[in-house]
């Protein structure tokens, strides 16, 4: 039962570790122990959404590692599930590698509140009542964390619009 519910959110586990803790090696750990736990105590799942209830020991197993290693490394890699599929010039593929590091540079300054919101969203394609599930906090705050980074995304990106006045 466990591997049936479980094991198909792996990739999306591994994903949002690796963005919230910026390390490939460390998100595997995490991810290790988070399937861990998750075994563990899988009587205790009830019948809600198996991807946010394996999504929320992922998160809880990143903040406590967060914790215990204090490290001031934060390397986000979105990836290049978004590059084009087909022949592409030399400078379309450089300019799409800079705006990917701008994203990606962006998206790792943000507060760990509004960078997890971001990619459980984003990347990870989840519903606001899923990404509440997730993070623990009421789907107004999921939607204002949302609003407030996608505002310093578009600010520290440079893609503010002047507002008429």
């Known amino acids: 039962m466990f591997e049936r519910l479980m094991l198909p959110h792996l990739d999306d586990a591994y994903g949002l570790a690796c963005h919230l803790l910026g390390d490939e090696h460390d998100a595997q750990d995490v991810v290790q122990d988070a399937v861990l736990r998750a075994l563990r105590y899988f009587d205790g799942y009830g019948d809600g959404d198996p991807r946010a209830w394996l999504l929320a020991i992922v998160r809880n197993c990143c903040h406590s590692w967060h914790r215990q290693h204090r490290a001031d490394r934060v390397t986000v890699s979105l990836g290049d599930a978004d ?3 087909g022949p592409s010039s030399a400078d379309t593929r450089a300019i799409q ?69």
């Open 83 to 85: 590059a084009p599929a």
């Open 97 to 165: 590698s800079s705006e990917r590091a701008a994203i990606n540079r962006a998206v790792a300054a943000l507060p760990p509140e509004f960078r997890e919101v971001i990619v459980l969203r984003e990347i990870q394609e989840m519903s606001y009542k899923d990404i509440s599930t997730v993070v623990g906090v009421p789907i107004g705050t999921v939607m204002s964390r949302l609003a407030r980074a996608r505002k310093r995304l578009t600010t520290s990106l440079g893609l503010g619009v002047r507002e008429a006045s």
